[in-house]
């Protein structure tokens, strides 16, 4: 059965319903990502050891980065061939370890202001996916032009940390909200389209939610640090 199509016992009012649950699952996998990774970045940043140690080991910190870009690139690739609870556990120890990494931005940023962008982050991430959820517009057009920003700003944010300029920085920040918020849209309705619809309840199921999941909490991420250079206050 085509992943875009409906078996045929099933009406419009039951493949909505169902597609429905399935990004609830989704949602609900990914706002446990994000809370795993809030609360481990809360705890190290009260951990003075913890963040002495990455602060003043640079060696250090940028292995917990490399692990982590590794995982989420092993679990993009790999989630569907992986059984549900492996799934699973590389999902929790991605967002875990990301919180480790994230924990220094509570020595460089007010708590009020890492609240506050946070808030606004989540008023605009909900926002633009439920208006890809909603939307009837198909948006794999989105797609290319999103994917194309989105490696320009990679590679402009390599250039800048040699040219260290003010304005290519802003430009990035500004284009790299523009492009997460497209992004947060465009996910959401081919996460919607995605799902197998029958497949309820099964490991299969769990699977697609989470490599879902993956996908709108990397976009909320991405987002939030965005959103950070422009509404955070520094210490």
């Not at 679990?75 to 120890?93: E, I, N």
């Given at each position: 059965?085509?992943?875009?199509?409906?078996?045929?016992?099933?009406?419009?009012?039951?493949?909505?319903?169902?597609?429905?649950?399935?990004?609830?699952?989704?949602?609900?996998?990914?706002?446990?990502?994000?809370?795993?990774?809030?609360?481990?970045?809360?705890?190290?940043?009260?951990?003075?050891?913890?963040?002495?140690?990455?602060?003043?080991?640079?060696?250090?910190?940028?292995?917990?980065l490399i692990a982590e870009i590794g995982l989420?690139?092993?679990?993009?690739?790999?989630?569907?061939?992986?059984?549900?609870?492996?799934?699973?556990?590389?999902?929790?120890?991605?967002?875990?370890?990301?919180?480790?990494?994230?924990?220094?931005?509570?020595?460089?940023?007010?708590?009020?202001?890492?609240?506050?962008?946070?808030?606004?982050?989540?008023?605009?991430?909900?926002?633009?996916?439920?208006?890809?959820?909603?939307?009837?517009?198909?948006?794999?057009?989105?797609?290319?032009?999103?994917?194309?920003?989105?490696?320009?700003?990679?590679?402009?944010?390599?250039?800048?940390?040699?040219?260290?300029?003010?304005?290519?920085?802003?430009?990035i920040t500004y284009a790299g909200i523009l492009?997460?918020?497209?992004?947060?849209?465009?996910?959401?309705?081919?996460?919607?389209?995605?799902?197998?619809?029958?497949?309820?309840?099964?490991?299969?199921?769990?699977?697609?939610?989470?490599?879902?999941?993956?996908?709108?909490?990397?976009?909320?991420?991405?987002?939030?640090?965005?959103?950070?250079?422009?509404?955070?206050?520094?210490?």
């Amino acid at each position: 059965m085509d992943h875009f199509s409906k078996p045929r016992y099933m009406g419009q009012d039951a493949v909505a319903a169902e597609q429905q649950r399935f990004m609830v699952r989704v949602y609900n996998w990914m706002g446990s990502g994000l809370a795993l990774t809030g609360g481990m970045s809360w705890y190290v940043s009260t951990n003075e050891t913890i963040l002495n140690l990455l602060v003043t080991q640079p060696m250090l910190f940028f292995g917990l980065l490399i692990a982590e870009i590794g995982l989420v690139f092993y679990l993009a690739a790999r989630v569907m061939s992986m059984s549900a609870s492996q799934a699973m556990g590389v999902f929790f120890l991605y967002a875990g370890l990301n919180g480790v990494t994230l924990a220094p931005l509570f020595l460089l940023y007010t708590t009020a202001s890492l609240t506050s962008t946070f808030l606004v982050t989540a008023g605009m991430f909900g926002a633009m996916s439920f208006y890809g959820y909603t939307t009837k517009k198909d948006l794999t057009s989105w797609g290319s032009f999103l994917f194309m920003g989105l490696i320009g700003i990679i590679l402009a944010s390599i250039v800048n940390m040699f040219m260290n300029s003010s304005a290519l920085y802003w430009i990035i920040t500004y284009a790299g909200i523009l492009i997460f918020v497209g992004l947060t849209a465009y996910d959401t309705q081919k996460i919607k389209e995605m799902n197998i619809l029958g497949n309820e309840g099964t490991e299969e199921d769990t699977k697609e939610a989470i490599r879902g999941a993956l996908k709108l909490y990397l976009d909320f991420i991405n987002l939030f640090l965005m959103m950070l250079r422009v509404m955070g206050t520094r210490r």
